[in-house]
């Protein structure tokens, strides 16, 4: 279907892309999707595992804009998690910081999001 495909193609740009402008793009299709689709679809479980595979992107803008689109998408509540804990995690990072200071904060929001199996599919 056509959700399954633009997935497909969102997450082999957002592995392969270097360019921040277009991995800036990939975040505001993959939110829009998320959006259109049903919060409990397994399309949707990936995009979100895209999502935080990209909060741990070498590039900090990346990061930065990936968490604020995330907490905007919670803020909508969209999505079918408990958010009080999400919202703190994602706005007490320093996402434009070193590795040190972040390391980890994506697993964790993949945890969060009950999606850790789809976030450890997409970084093996």
Not at 30 to 45: E, F, G, H, P, Q
Not at 74 to 96: A, H, M, N, Q, Y
Request: charged share 20%; glycine share 2%.
């Amino acid at each position: 279907d056509f959700a399954t495909r633009c997935q497909i193609c969102l997450d082999r740009e957002a592995s392969l892309s270097q360019n921040v402008f277009l991995l800036f793009a990939i975040v505001d299709v993959t939110t829009a999707l998320l959006m259109a689709l049903d919060k409990d679809a397994a399309v949707s479980r990936r995009l979100l595992a895209i999502l935080c595979t990209l909060l741990q992107h070498r590039f900090p803008r990346v990061r930065s804009y990936t968490a604020h689109q995330l907490y905007l998408l919670l803020l909508e509540g969209r999505l079918d998690v408990s958010t009080d804990t999400l919202f703190d995690t994602i706005l007490k990072t320093s996402w434009l910081s070193e590795m040190n200071e972040w390391q980890g904060v994506p697993a964790l929001v993949a945890e969060g999001l009950n999606i850790v199996q789809e976030f450890k599919s997409l970084n093996n």
